[in-house]
């Protein structure tokens, strides 16, 4: 296994600028065994490893979707898995010209000294687990063909107390960890510093904490000598939790407001932005980056690409169809949010096309 001693900034670059490029972005399918497990059974299918690869296998092969989809995130398993006719699905990702990405961490434990709170883990080895430590497992999923990665950090609001300061910053160091030693491999880091959409806070309390996150996050990468133009970012959008019960958010106070954290408390040399959806629906996902890629004046003056990395905004309807009407019926769906997606990303999109 090769492990790269200098890192490769021109090839991290231009990974980077692929995965978004104009009308593209990521479809996170990422999801754990033990998530799509809850994923797959909420569908009224049991979940199996051979479960798993048919659904997802399926989505990959939707014709056509190359076009919206500049990026698949893997978890190992699939990335280890076949299409149906046997071709690994790295190779059958790269030979549509969707480039594979991979889930490195290896979830999240409890942070100490702070209950209710989480730390994300994946850097050391847990031989207990089956996990190399992050370098290895780096350098194998290059050679499989991945040239981007993602880790997720897990921040929760909750009155006053959370999210601590000292969570946030255990989070941020190995946030930026975490990239450095993805670049020296040759992976673009995903940095994913997810403020939760669950709970009864504001949307202002969500800005707070998303950027304090950026903050430290970035604060650290400069420490660790992350690349930054060779990451993305894939953050949250600013908006109240779900349980807030307070005067409603609009939707173009949700994309100004993100705009406006992004705008202040990013790195401009950051590669792109490509959002989670969070447990927004479908159609609000897709308005949402729609209008913040439809502003004009000072909310358009930033230097990035705003894009997509959705999970559940990108497969939920795909994953209905898969289990009542079966795997065409899947494609089409998924092809439908794909292009609705691909089309926010240069401010086309229109409810009419739903
Ligand atoms: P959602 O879009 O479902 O939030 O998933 C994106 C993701 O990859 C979370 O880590």
Redesign the pocket.
Known sequence: MVTRAVMDKALLEATAAALVASGKGIL?A?ESNGTMTKRLEGAGIESSEEARRAYRANLFATPGCESAVSGV?LYDETIRQNMDDGTSIPDYLNSRGMLPGIKVDTGTIDFDGCPGEKVTKGIEAEPENGWADLGTRCAEYFEMGARFA?W?AVIQIEGREKPSNACMSANAEALARYAAICQENGLVPII?P?VLMEGSHNYLECFVATMTMFQKTFEECKVQGVHLAGTLL?PNMIIGGNGYRGAEQTRDDVAASTVICLTHFVPHDVGGIVF????QSDEEATDHLNRMNSMSGVYSEHPWELSY?????LQAAALKAWAEEGAEASQAAFAHRAKMNSLARSGDWDISLE
């Open positions: 996170a990422d995130i993602k997720r994913e997810e894939k989670l959806s969070g447990g990395s959705y999970g559940r905004a």
